[in-house]
């Protein structure tokens, strides 16, 4: 019976479709811009993917992501001419302070964020967000002391929650069919920018050493070592917040935003205006919400790990021999980042669609996880190689780690926006940003105190030096993984669409 009354529903709903002209299908707004954007992807329908749209949610993400890890490759130089650290292995302790820093600004306000994004638009929220790269980005690389350098982080990190709002927007602005690719450009320029981040502050760190027949010694560039690197991210983010000026807005500015998508929802599912109630809670506390907090609880234990392992990555390369280090100078964690980053991009445009079609965006994430344990634990047995061996292994090893990270980051993305709908969908990537902001502020001081603590324990009979960061890392990792399988992470209500 019901079937037969679903079928008739959908035949109705179709004949109307029929008969109708294409834009009266939905109720749209005059002055909503929300209704502007749902007018054109209908319009769009059949169409290929929007590139151009791509590349500016591309350009938004990789604005956010570029601050945070620029610093990794010459943070520990930093705190070392600071002069702050009593002893050669408390570097990568007082390195770890300033690393979480950001991410403890950007934990204390990211639900704010949100909050601003749902009341007040996407566009507003972003270009704040932007704007606040510039300014503090900029003042971070003319730090002459510790406390600068923590406080310009914690306020750039506290005006960084807009990847949140991003997110939502890329849910938003995309048609359903191509919301996949638009949240795997999100996460891939989020990937990329962790990568091409430390490869700028590698590169671009104390000009005055690596290029002194461009930078002369006692200048501008000679009192600030590590103002470059920043200032052309900053340079970067200015670009991007210019062009924020014109992109669209997607939030609906009236009450009947979700109308002719519950219609639909009602008609699909063969109920009455009562059970299409259930379908939609407009007033739904987030919270109880388990498919999207089990993601967001995982997801968060996933930046935690790799946030750590970014840290970790970074210090151990430039750390000394005789601590377990490769005695790396900063290009060579520049040289090593960047084959990632290339690889990542190929990934991301070329292979991801096809590994979430064969797999599903959860299971991917899975299957990506497993593979990461045996990688990291490789690690201190490939800085065994010495020469081109070590680098072509290091360059793999990384390259195969970020490509799984983005898999599972995306597949979780993928998760959060599909499980809400649009009018609090900018509060729950608030909250995910708020938890991920947390647990990403516990990683570089916890990661670097393991390093410390590690270095000091060289001669050890169980997993002695760099074998221990790395057991420890996995143990995160092996946690996440529990995480993304039943009964833990929550099914949505079309679970086909992701498994």
Request: hydrophobic content about 45%; glycine content about 8%.
């Amino acid at each position: 019976m019901l079937s037969s009354r679903k079928e008739g529903c959908l035949r109705n709903m179709e004949e109307e479709k029929g008969k109708q002209p294409l834009l009266e299908r939905k109720k749209y707004y005059e002055n909503c811009p929300g209704c502007k954007v749902d007018q054109a992807k209908e319009l769009s329908e059949g169409q290929g993917v929007p590139i151009t749209k791509l590349f500016i949610m591309w350009m938004v993400a990789l604005s956010a992501a570029l601050p945070i890890s620029s610093l990794f490759p010459f943070l520990y130089f930093m705190v070392r001419d600071f002069n702050i650290a009593k002893t050669e292995a408390d570097i990568s302790t007082y390195a770890g302070y300033v690393g979480s820093v950001f991410m403890l600004g950007r934990c204390l306000t990211s639900f704010l964020w949100g909050i601003i994004a749902d009341r007040f638009g996407r566009k507003p929220a972003i270009l704040i967000g932007v704007t606040s790269v510039v300014v503090f980005n900029t003042l971070f690389g003319l730090s002459t002391s510790f406390w600068m350098a923590i406080i310009t982080r914690f306020l750039l990190g506290s005006f960084n929650g807009y990847l949140g709002p991003v997110r939502a927007y890329a849910a938003e602005l995309f048609r359903e069919e191509h919301q996949a690719i638009g949240l795997s450009t999100v996460s891939s320029a989020w990937g990329i920018g962790l990568i091409i981040g430390p490869s700028l502050g590698g590169y671009l760190a104390q000009p005055v050493e690596k290029y002194p027949n461009i930078f002369p010694r006692d200048s501008f560039w000679d009192k600030f070592p590590y103002f470059l690197p920043n200032l052309i991210t900053s340079a970067f983010a200015f670009v991007v917040a210019i062009g924020c000026i014109w992109i669209p807005e997607t939030l609906h500015n009236h009450n009947s935003s979700n109308e002719s998508t519950e219609y639909a929802e009602a008609l699909e599912n063969g109920s009455d205006a009562t059970d299409n109630e259930k379908i939609t809670k407009k007033n739904e506390n987030l919270f109880l919400n388990w498919p999207l907090m089990s993601s967001v609880i995982a997801y968060c234990v996933f930046s935690l790990h790799d946030i750590a392992y970014q840290e970790i990555f970074s210090l151990w390369a430039v750390s000394p021999p005789k601590l377990g280090g490769l005695n790396f100078t900063t290009n060579d964690v520049g040289n090593i980042l960047s084959v990632s980053g290339l690889a990542l991009i190929i990934y991301q445009l070329a292979l991801y669609p096809s590994v979430q079609r064969a797999s599903g965006a959860i299971g991917s994430a899975r299957i990506s996880a497993l593979l990461t344990i045996p990688l990291l634990q490789s690690y201190p047995f490939i800085a065994l190689f010495s020469g081109l061996a070590l680098f072509i292994g290091l360059s793999t090893a990384s390259m195969l780690k970020s490509i799984f990270s983005i898999t599972i980051v995306t597949g979780l993305f993928l998760q959060q926006n599909r499980v809400v709908e649009q009018h609090q969908r900018g509060t729950a990537n608030g909250i995910a940003m708020t938890g991920m902001s947390l647990f990403k502020a516990i990683g570089p001081a916890s990661g670097g105190a393991v390093l410390t603590w590690s270095q000091k324990r060289m001669d050890s009979s169980f997993l002695p030096g760099t074998h221990m960061v790395f057991f420890v890392l996995n143990i995160a990792e092996a946690v996440g993984l529990l995480m993304i399988f039943k009964p833990f992470l929550g099914e949505k209500k079309k679970p086909d669409q992701l498994q």
